[in-house]
């Protein structure tokens, strides 16, 4: 299965696609020179890209957790990237409300993985006959993932790709089983690997989320080897100045090093 986002072409052995940005928009500046810096890196290395940052963290750990600029405000900040630099963007919808809202901006929906077996969610964002990425819950196995497609293509859209980020291992802790990535491809769609979410501490901060963004490159690097369509990576200029998921997150000068390790592994195997 192949699913296509203006001229990116995700599975069926095409390139893997490289899906990056801040976690959340924080603010024009930073949102637009990464997005500039991330299209030249992947431009450089060769791999296909699609600008992601959130316009609403809308399941955070504390009250007091920054969330965003809302749908209003991002979607505008979105779509102005879209067009500056002739990009396609994504962005994670939360309610049936604001799918059909988002669908008119974005080029892909994205579901986030504490949503994933929201029935009416899933069926509207497929309603909207754009691309949509499922991120697989964290509490769910692999297999699971089939009624998520089901539900999905059930009003005909097939435009569907799912993300592994990672399965909950104890408390503020994740681990990721590579069976997964193959199990889930065996359904027919293309599989995403969430490289930064997946080396969330959910929680693990107390009042936020911590991470290891120290293991971002192995978990990666071992991800292309086992077989995936792509690879989502959180990115930013300054990460532990970042307003969200600062711990997990990649900086912005360490990616292109390691997106050319990753199209080296992607070429041997081919």
Not at 71 to 76: A, Q
Not at 252 to 266: F, G, P, Q, V
Request: charged letters at 25%; glycine letters at 8%.
């Amino acid at each position: 299965m192949e699913v296509a986002i203006e001229n990116i072409r995700i599975g069926n052995g095409n390139l893997p696609v490289i899906i990056a940005g801040p976690c959340v928009i924080e603010n024009e500046d930073i949102t637009f020179y990464t997005a500039e810096k991330l299209k030249e890196v992947c431009s450089r290395v060769g791999l296909p890209f699609i600008f992601k940052s959130s316009y609403d963290k809308a399941n955070r750990t504390s009250l007091s957790s920054y969330r965003g600029p809302g749908i209003d405000r991002g979607l505008k900040i979105l779509s102005d990237i879209k067009g500056k630099f002739d990009i396609p963007v994504i962005s994670d919808v939360h309610s049936v409300d604001e799918a059909k809202h988002a669908a008119e901006v974005l080029d892909a929906l994205q579901i986030p993985a504490f949503l994933c077996r929201q029935t009416d969610l899933i069926i509207e964002a497929s309603k909207t006959g754009r691309p949509v990425n499922i991120k697989k819950g964290q509490f769910l196995a692999p297999w699971d993932v089939k009624n998520i497609i089901d539900k999905f293509v059930s009003v005909g859209n097939k435009n569907l790709f799912i993300t592994e980020r990672g399965a909950s291992f104890g408390y503020n802790n994740l681990v990721v089983d590579y069976r997964a990535f193959p199990i889930m491809r065996s359904f027919g769609y293309p599989v995403i690997f969430d490289v930064t979410h997946s080396l969330q501490l959910p929680g693990g901060q107390g009042s936020c989320s911590g991470g290891q963004r120290e293991f971002a490159e192995p978990l990666a690097r071992a991800a292309v080897a086992v077989g995936i369509d792509g690879l989502f990576m959180e990115v930013h200029p300054e990460p532990d100045r970042a307003l969200c998921d600062g711990p997990n997150m990649i900086k912005l000068s360490d990616l292109e090093r390691m997106l050319n390790t990753i199209k080296a592994i992607y070429e041997l195997l081919k």
